[in-house]
């Protein structure tokens, strides 16, 4: 069983930028690819970001690309999301995840990973 949990939403004008990190409960962290994904209120949930077990793969949704940056350490059971040119349409509860690695890679769908956190809320301002 694995538990994450988020930190690091808040209030943030547009343009501004935010770090989000989750901390994963896990041994064997280093077994698991993380991800981001995010919803806003009346859509559905969007992966956007997602990471391999070593760090060294990490994929983007085309909405976030060249604006967010996924880490991870694994001797600290992390993962950070570092958010960049907020906009409000960035606006959204954000979930951490963490799923079974099965390769080199990481792949950004929901069924993919088995654990997830409460999450925290962004709210970007205009």
């Known amino acids: 069983q694995v538990q994450v949990e988020e930190s690091g939403g808040g209030l943030v004008q547009a343009g501004g930028s935010l770090n989000l990190s989750c901390l994963a409960s896990?041994?064997?962290?280093?077994?698991?690819?993380m991800g981001w994904f995010r919803q806003a209120p009346g859509k559905e949930r969007e992966g956007i970001s997602c990471?391999?077990?070593?760090?060294?793969?990490?994929y983007y949704a085309d909405s976030v690309k060249g604006r967010f940056t996924i880490s991870r350490d694994n001797a600290e059971n992390t993962v950070t999301l570092q958010m960049e040119s907020l906009k409000s349409e960035d606006t959204a509860m954000y979930y951490c995840?963490?799923?079974?690695?099965?390769?080199?890679?990481?792949?950004?769908?929901?069924?993919?990973?088995?654990?997830w956190g409460q999450g925290t809320e962004v709210t970007v301002s205009s």
């Open positions: 896990a041994s064997g962290f280093d077994d698991y690819v």
């Open positions: 995840a963490a799923g079974p690695s099965n390769g080199a890679e990481c792949e950004l769908e929901s069924y993919a990973f088995d654990y």
């Open positions: 990471i391999n077990w070593s760090g060294t793969y990490a």
